[in-house]
């Protein structure tokens, strides 16, 4: 972590080149990810990816499929109200079908669980020896801009 404010992936390449060059070798392998267009703003990575999921639940159904790998977090706690509600979306899978939702409370409290599918996918990825993408399959919230963390509480998960 450099600094006190979250950039999409694709502005790093300018502001924090370093940073940038860490970042995206999460996407060595699938670099089609990156052309994914999210609509009214832009591609994959010109947004900031949160997640609607409780860490807890994540970390439990992480531990779930491999009990014995030791996942120490943190995690920023980021007020969807701080943020400009117009540069808000909710991706999610419906029907094996991306789907991209308005960002309301209706569709956030319908999209803030980690989904039985994902679930599967980590015990999978254990059982074949294969790297977890924690948030395969699961909802996200993309933000189309920067976010200021001055304020922001974070928490620490450890087993």
Not at 1 to 23: R, S
Not at 65 to 82: E, H, L, N, S, Y
Request: charged letters at 25%; glycine letters at 6%.
């Amino acid at each position: 972590m450099v600094g006190t404010i979250l950039y999409p992936l694709n502005t790093l390449k300018d502001t924090l080149p370093e940073v940038f060059k860490h970042q995206a070798k999460k996407y060595q392998g699938r670099e089609e990810v990156n052309e994914t267009e999210i609509p009214g703003l832009g591609k994959w990575n010109d947004v900031i990816h949160l997640s609607p999921i409780e860490p807890s639940e994540t970390r439990q159904a992480l531990h779930d499929a491999d009990p014995v790998k030791d996942r120490t977090w943190k995690v920023f706690c980021i007020d969807a109200g701080m943020l400009d509600k117009s540069r808000l979306i909710i991706k999610t899978i419906v029907n094996n079908k991306v789907v991209y939702l308005p960002f309301t409370e209706e569709n956030y409290a319908n999209h803030c669980h980690l989904p039985s599918r994902t679930k599967a996918y980590y015990k999978q990825c254990i059982e074949e020896g294969r790297q977890i993408l924690i948030y395969a399959y699961a909802p996200h919230v993309l933000y189309g801009g920067t976010i200021d963390i001055t304020k922001t509480e974070i928490r620490e998960y450890s087993n």
